[in-house]
């Protein structure tokens, strides 16, 4: 991976509104047991599961389907919390039994931080990272799974604190371009303004699901009055921005991640 050729982290937590099975947010002595925020009896699903080395991985193209997690650890710092976040894209596709073995608690004292949410796995529905940038390309070993930090945020704290809500609006400090390829198939949610959000990643933190199984989705979502779920393929290529560094993300309430585009219905 060239050095400015970089991850935009698709926050796929309830502190962002992103979906997260169990988010974390605790002081270090809360009385949180040590699998919060893991993956909670989340079923296999037919994806890859074994490690890819990174220069197998291709940002500008071959991202759909690719499998990946994260770690979010920080501090509270006055009104906010403060995340570096460790993306494991392009090291490996988090292998599912070191995963499921990470303690949130012995991550704390690890990292030395007060909280650690675990994100999950997780698979891209994109096809291509267009531009984005990794914080620190540095490689830690993260109870064995290796891992870089591929963003830093700042979640108010009460933002945090009300934890995640499906259909509702989350604006995350990003600069990034994702492109989804003409031919491809995309997931969207329309909002009752008839603006459109495109499904960026899907969870199996919640229930099984491949990406074969999303074009029946609209049908196992509870949509709020007014709201659509839709799928179709692109007859040309699709790019999502992040314009002015902001992006406005929502979730499902299976805990799926999409970005809003500029693109109308």
Known sequence: MTPRMHLPVVFSLGLLGCGSATPVVAAPDASTPASDGAVLDAPAVDAPTGDAPAGDVDFA???RGRRYCEVLAGA?????????????????????????????AALRTELGVPVVVLNGPRYWTIDAFESAAVQDPTVRSLGGIPMR????????????????????????????????????RVYELIDPM????????????????????????GARLQLPSGWRFRTRVL?????????????TVSTDDVGNTYQRSQQRP
């Open 61 to 63: 193209r071959g991202v």
């Open 194 to 217: 008839d603006r459109v959000y495109v499904m960026q990643s899907y969870t199996v933190q919640r229930e099984a699901q491949t990406e074969a199984s999303l074009s029946e989705l």
């Open 235 to 247: 007859t040309e290529d699709l790019r999502v921005v992040a314009e002015g560094g902001l992006a």
């Open 149 to 184: 930090v591929a963003g830093r945020i700042e979640v108010p704290l009460a933002v945090a604190a009300a934890g995640s809500a499906p259909y509702t609006e989350r604006t995350v400090r990003r600069d990034s371009t994702v492109r989804f390829a003409g031919g491809g």
């Open 76 to 104: 509270i710092s006055g009104p906010t919390v403060q995340l570096d976040v460790y993306n494991t894209y392009g090291l490996n596709e988090c292998p599912d039994a070191a995963w499921r073995a990470l303690d949130v």
